[in-house]
Structures are given as C-alpha cells and as structure tokens.
C-alpha cells in the first residue's frame, strides 16, 4: 500500500516537474535568504562581541583591599583576605552569577632549553578561559576540572611567551617547562587576539596554571584577585552589591566600604553594546521576516499559477475513480515532501556559501554561522504557505464536478 | 451488416437479467440562480448488455447531461437509475468515484490524457486507483495497449503520439478496470478523417469482442455504424431505433 502511494507520488511529480521545480526553487530561494542573512548577522554579532571583548566577556575584576570604615568594633586599615573557599560559599547566595574565578599571581622565572625567561603567572580556574575570553589554538586545550583537582602542573601560555620560548615553527604542546624548578607540560597556548585593556599584563605574555597547583607551590592561602561574570551586563551593578553584601558579612567589614572590595566594572562599555545588538538582531529580524514573506509570495504564486493546470488533473483523476480524500491527502504529502526538498537543499547552499565564504573577510564580517533551527522554522513557515496556497485551489478542484474540473 | 444484426439478436439478454443501463423518468435540473434550466425532461432509457448505442442530438439537446449521468459523473435531479443493477441516485462523491471505476471507462473528445506521464502509466492509472496490486496491474496495461496496437509506444508521452494514438491510449485505459460500459464523448470530434475511421474501427472492434458502448456524436457516419440511434432533442428522447432504419 505504501510502495503503490509512493510510487503514485513519484509519477505525480514527474509529471509535473515544471510545478515541483518551480516550487521547490521558491523554498531554495527563501531557505537561503533568510538564513543567510541571519548566518551572517549571527557571525557579525559574534565578531563584534570578540572584538570588544578582547579582556573578556562582560566580566567584573576585583581586588580586595584595606577597610576604611571601621565596622563591628573592628578598626579601620585592616586586609580584607579572601580565600577559594569564601568565594565557594557565598557563591550560591549571589542571584545572577554565571561564572567566577579566583586569580592567583605572580612573576615567575621559567626555564625551557637552560634558557630563563621571566614569565607573569596566574593560577585560576577552568571558568576563567569562558569569561576572560582564552581560546586556545587547535591542537591544545586551557585548564579543566581535574587538572584542578588533582593540581596538575600544567600550563596554558599566552601566545607571545609561546613564540618567544619556543620560535615561530614549533608546537609547544606536549613540550615541558620548568617554573622555579618545577617542570609544567605545555595543554595549550592562547589563540592571538585583540586587547585594549589589561590588568597586570596583556595576556599574550602571561601563562596560566591550576589555582590549586598554584596554591600547593607557594603555600599561598589568599587569592590576588578574582573575576566574575553576571548572566547579563544589565546586571552587573546588582551582581556587584549582591557579592559585596555576601562577603561583607563573611568577612566582616561594612557593605558600604568601597576600598574594601573594589571592582572593575567591564561591562559599562557593554551596556550599550548589548541596546545596539538588540537593535541589529531586531534588525535583521524584521528584514528576516520580509525576506519570508516575499519568498513565501513566490511560492504561493506559483501554486496559484498552476491551479488551473492541477484543476483539470484532478478532473480527469476523479473521473478516473479517484476519491477526493485520496487526492487531498496525496497533495499534502506531495507538499511535505517537496518542502523536506526545498529545505535540505537551501540548507545545503547556505552551509556551502558559508563554507566558501573568504576567511580574509571574516576578519571583518565575522564567521557566518549557519543555524539548523533558522533552515527549519524558514522551511516549514514556506512549506505552510505553500501548502495553504496550494490546498484550499487544490480542495475546491477536487468539489467541482469532474466534468467541470476537466474543462478548466 | 447482417452479421452485426445477429449479433445484436444474440446479445439481447434474456428476460430475467436486468440491463447495464436502466433510466426510469430520469429528470436534470441546473439552478442557475436566477433560472433553473431543465436539461433533462424525464427519460427512459435501457441498454443491454452488447448493444452499441449512438446518442445523437444538437449541441443544447441535453445529450451531454445524459452522457455525465449515464457516466456517474452528475447525480439526476429525479427519476431512478441503476448501473449493473446497483442504485446510483443517492450515492455519495466518493461512492460515485468508485462505480465510475468498476463500472464506467470514459473516452473523451479531448482525449483527457495526463500530458508529462507516459502511455503506460496513464492506463494504469485507474488501475491504481481501483486498488489493484502492481504486478496485476503491470500485465494487464501492457495488454490493453498491444491491444489497441501500441505496444512498442508504451513509454511514450501523450505528447509524442498522434491524436489518434492518443485516443487509442485512452480507450486502453477505458478498458483498464474491465468495465460494465464504455462510454464515448465525441471520439472522434478532435481527430481529423482519417483518424477517425480508424477509431471507428477500434470501436467496432471491441463491440465485435462483446464490450458495450455508448458513444455520444453528431458525427452520423459514426452514428450509423452503431446498433442502436437515440436521438435527444430538448431534453427528451424522440426516437430510438436500430441503426439501420436510421439511414
């Protein structure tokens, strides 16, 4: 039964393979429009937030400091310390925080080939790769949780340090170092990027270790400094107080006390970045949707434009003895399938383009990104139209008479 | 000509069979909003299995909304009617879709054939639609088309035939179901004379092969060739005769 449906279906498409052609080149045109246009609003976006983001991604640093107000009967000029375990704990308590990395740092002197090279040294946490932007060159990889855990000695260097030990040609992955005597195997080296600010160095001459190697090495017990990140830059100043408070009480000075605790506030240069990226994805949806709907008027168009031609077929089919039911549901399945086409085969042109676009304009314009899920929804809201076009003419043909329908 | 009379005797059912067609007062009336038309005025009408029945008339006469009825293509406004003995009146679309069918093989003055499918393909379409399994299917189309003599024309286009090929495609699919009735709609209206004769012939031919016919044309050289001549005018019928006192 299914094999004589299908096979009734191919010969119904090949017997109209003008109608099919045009029809599934109408959901080609759309699919790839619109989801090229927003491939590359997606890549844009991506590359402007890399771009401003060079130090990281809407993130907040912060140093502890003296107190200068005194508080519970504690004088003022005290050090406010803080430890891993201060951060783990108030952590849960903070609404808001998706990511937070204590730092450790200090100038190290490394040793590669009985050459020593002074070398900027933080110790931190897997997280801090998402937030401060690290990516590591293919090949390597940053910090992970075991390395943490089992304080590894490990090291993710910053690509100038790389170049400058190892010379342009050699991969430093796999390789070993020597910190303070201590040898480090080489997980991974930093992706060259844009910085217009830093805090202790550019990142390009630091080198990163597990927090708790760092820690194990030193004897260290208070951290340096620690970055964190808000779910949104829109609530950062939240984020801060709400920190502020949960440490405060931790450990005990006044909530109040700015010197306490400061905090570098990256993400005010984001605040209007993320109102103008609001703006633009509002942009390229509205554009988006216009794009839609001129394809989904080609398609319908053509569905109308063969109305005629369909009407007398159906006309013959029931004069035949072909129930209306049979007709209607053979179009319906005629639609999907041709729709499954139309978007398989835009999608494939979209990742193609994509897949050739120039990688010296994606400096500028980003990597298009193509989304399954934009192909799909773009795809099914054609297919819609289509079908709406193309069944109701489609309905009506298989009411007339077959008498009628023939003479059309 | 006497062997076409005798056979006409000898395909005369018996009393007790009923007819393929049997039309009692049958009446048609199309509201067209303003007017109703009475095409059809109550007709009778009976054919036998075997007979080759011409209904001839002037276009208005009627004659074509006696062809979609007799086809089950159009439901009568009143009047009984029974295909095969089976009661049409009453039935809905898709019960009718189903007796067209069993029942009827239509042959239309515009051929009607699907234009981008082959020969083959358009004769098995009812076959398919009737629910026959494939391989059934497969044999009996390549029957039908070595029948009417398109054998080595089976995976051609309609639109790489001749007119009168085509026809003969779709006589082919007419048979397809093994019909009750073959029912004609001016064969030859869209044929130039030659190849009108020679679907005269493939006609007389299957009559000769005991199938039975109603062809509706004013072509009366077509006409005359038929056992029996309804003439339809204003939608009654005023004669009904054999062939030959026709001439």
Not at chain 1, 37 to 46: D, Q, R
Not at chain 1, 289 to 316: A, C, F, P, Q, Y
Not at chain 2, 36 to 63: M, N, W, Y
Not at chain 2, 195 to 215: A, E, P, R, Y
Request: proline share 5%; hydrophobic share 45%.
């Amino acid at each position: 039964m299914l094999r004589d449906a299908l096979l009734q279906l191919h010969r119904d498409l090949k017997s109209q393979k003008l109608r099919t052609l045009l029809t599934v080149f109408g959901l080609v045109w759309g699919t790839v429009a619109v989801t090229l246009l927003l491939a590359f609003g997606a890549g844009l976006k991506k590359n402007l937030i890399k771009q401003t983001a060079g130090l990281g991604d809407r993130i907040c640093i912060s140093w502890p400091g003296l107190t200068s107000i005194p508080y519970q009967g504690l004088g003022k000029g005290r050090r406010v310390r803080i430890t891993d375990e201060d951060l783990e704990t108030v952590r849960p308590r903070v609404d808001g925080l998706k990511r937070m990395s204590s730092e450790y740092t200090d100038g190290w002197k490394m040793v590669y080939n009985l050459k020593t090279y002074p070398v900027d040294v933080s110790g931190v946490s897997p997280e801090f790769a998402e937030m401060r932007n690290l990516i590591p060159v293919p090949g390597g990889r940053f910090l992970n949780p075991l390395d943490v855990s089992h304080q590894r000695r490990v090291v993710f260097l910053g690509n100038k340090v790389a170049e400058d030990i190892f010379g342009k040609g050699t991969d430093p992955v796999g390789k070993t170092v020597l910190f303070n005597g201590s040898p480090f195997l080489v997980i991974g080296v930093l992706t060259a990027k844009q910085q217009d600010s830093s805090y202790n160095s550019r990142d390009s001459d630091l080198a990163w270790i597990p927090g708790t190697t760092f820690r194990a090495l030193t004897g260290r017990k208070y951290l340096s400094n620690f970055v964190f990140q808000p779910a949104s830059a829109l609530e950062s100043k939240a984020v801060t107080e709400s920190l502020r408070a949960a440490l405060s009480r931790r450990l005990k000075f006044d909530p109040a006390d700015k010197e306490a605790f400061s905090v570098w506030d990256t993400t005010e240069q984001f605040q209007f970045f993320e109102v103008f990226m609001l703006a633009f994805s509002l942009f390229l949806g509205i554009v988006g949707s216009l794009t839609l709907v001129v394809g989904g008027i080609g398609v319908s168009n053509i569905m109308n434009v063969i109305v005629d031609e369909r009407t007398k077929e159906i006309g013959v089919k029931m004069a035949l003895g072909a129930k209306s039911g049979a007709i209607l549901r053979q179009f319906v399945v005629e639609t999907m399938i041709v729709t499954a086409i139309g978007g398989a085969v835009g999608f494939a042109i979209s990742l193609g383009i994509c897949a050739v676009f120039p990688s010296s304009l994606q400096e500028f314009v980003g990597k298009p990104e193509v989304s399954p899920a934009v192909a799909l929804i773009t795809t099914g809201i054609l297919g819609v139209i289509g079908f709406l076009a193309g069944f109701f003419p489609a309905r009506s043909a298989s009411r007339l008479d077959p008498v009628v329908a023939m003479k059309m | 000509m006497s062997s076409r009379q005798e056979m006409t005797r000898e395909t005369t059912p018996p009393a007790s069979g009923r007819p393929i067609i049997e039309m009692v007062g049958i009446r048609k009336v199309y509201d067209t909003g303003k007017v109703q038309v009475e095409a059809l005025k109550g007709v009778d009408l009976r054919i036998e299995k075997g007979e080759f029945v011409a209904i001839v008339g002037p276009s208005g006469s009627g004659k074509s909304t006696l062809m979609n009825l007799v086809g089950c293509l159009d439901t009568p406004s009143g009047g009984d009617y029974f295909i095969g003995g089976e009661k049409v009146a009453g039935l809905s679309r898709d019960q009718l879709a189903d007796v067209r069918n069993r029942r009827v093989g239509f042959v239309f003055q515009a051929f009607n054939l699907l234009p981008q499918i082959s020969a083959f393909e358009n004769v098995e379409m009812p076959l398919v639609f009737g629910g026959v399994p494939p391989k059934v299917r497969r044999a009996k189309v390549a029957e039908l088309l070595e029948r009417v003599g398109l054998g080595d024309r089976m995976d051609h286009k309609p639109t790489e035939l001749s007119g009168g090929q085509m026809q003969r495609v779709a006589i082919a699919r007419a048979l397809a179901m093994d019909p009750d009735i073959v029912l004609a709609d001016e064969p030859t209206g869209n044929l130039d004379t030659t190849s009108g004769t020679d679907i005269m012939g493939v006609f007389l031919d299957l009559w000769k092969q005991g199938s039975t016919l109603v062809v509706i044309t004013h072509d009366m050289a077509l006409a005359r060739r038929a056992s029996r001549i309804v003439e339809i005018r204003d939608g009654r019928i005023v004669s009904d005769r054999p062939a030959e006192q026709a001439a």
